[in-house]
């Protein structure tokens, strides 16, 4: 199967500074999402992004997919933000995704 | 609207108990899918449904069953549970026209 790489796994920031979570991946995909997992255990959807770039306010997301990569962009980080972000993949649009383990991010006041 | 409905959120089992887990969806999204989180371990696939009365194995299928009679539900179930099976449990929902997922809140399943 798909291997997903994802990398730091641990991050640690201060309030107000940007971060950059990457995301490798081992085959070719057509579906490639970016969840952020919060302090109390929900999954956010944040971007579904198979290619190319999208923004959501203060998030941002590109994926290079000959290049297998993808990475997420968190500009002004807030202590909210804080949490697991998790990056999954597949080749077919319906099949379950492959996670990675996830980048633990903790945004300090 | 309230997306995809998990009930419980929390259970204790005894080693060789059953249960079923519910998901219930009202997004009218074709596709639904199971995982189980552990530690350091990331989400992981254990069976997922591309239709009403379809459903397919993921990467982790041994000891649970799956089954879709309706659209907006999906049941897992858990015959014989053993202390392996300690987890929390997501389902997730999504659709033809936007493969985006949307989770539920979790179950977290401990067994003693």
């Known amino acids: 199967g798909i291997q997903v790489e994802q990398s730091p796994p641990d991050l640690i920031l201060q309030e107000g500074a940007n971060s950059t979570l990457r995301c490798n991946f081992s085959?070719?995909?057509?579906?490639l999402q970016w969840f952020h997992q919060n302090p109390w255990g929900q999954l956010i959807n944040l971007f579904y992004?198979?290619?190319g770039t999208k923004q959501n306010g203060r998030l941002s997301a590109t994926t290079v997919a000959t290049e297998r990569y993808s990475l997420l962009y968190i500009s002004s980080s807030q202590t909210t933000d804080s949490g697991v972000y998790f990056c999954a993949v597949n080749r077919g649009g319906a099949d379950g995704l492959t996670f990675g383990k996830g980048t633990h991010l903790i945004i300090q006041p | 609207n309230a997306g995809v409905t998990q009930t419980p959120k929390f259970r204790v089992l005894k080693t060789g108990q059953s249960m079923t887990l519910l998901c219930a969806q009202d997004?009218?999204?074709?596709?639904m899918y199971w995982y189980r989180q552990d530690p350091g371990m990331g989400l992981r696939l254990i069976h997922y449904s591309v239709g009403e009365g379809t459903t397919a194995k993921g990467e982790v299928p041994d000891g649970y069953n799956v089954s879709r009679l309706k659209k907006q539900n999906f049941l897992l179930g858990l015959e014989s549970a053993a202390p392996s099976q300690t987890s929390v449990y997501f389902c997730?929902?999504?659709?033809?026209?936007?493969?985006?997922?949307?989770f539920g809140s979790g179950t977290r399943l401990t067994v003693v």
């Open positions: 992004i198979p290619s």
């Open positions: 997004m009218n999204h074709e596709y």
């Open positions: 085959d070719s995909v057509n579906n």
């Open positions: 997730a929902s999504s659709s033809l026209s936007n493969y985006g997922y949307t």
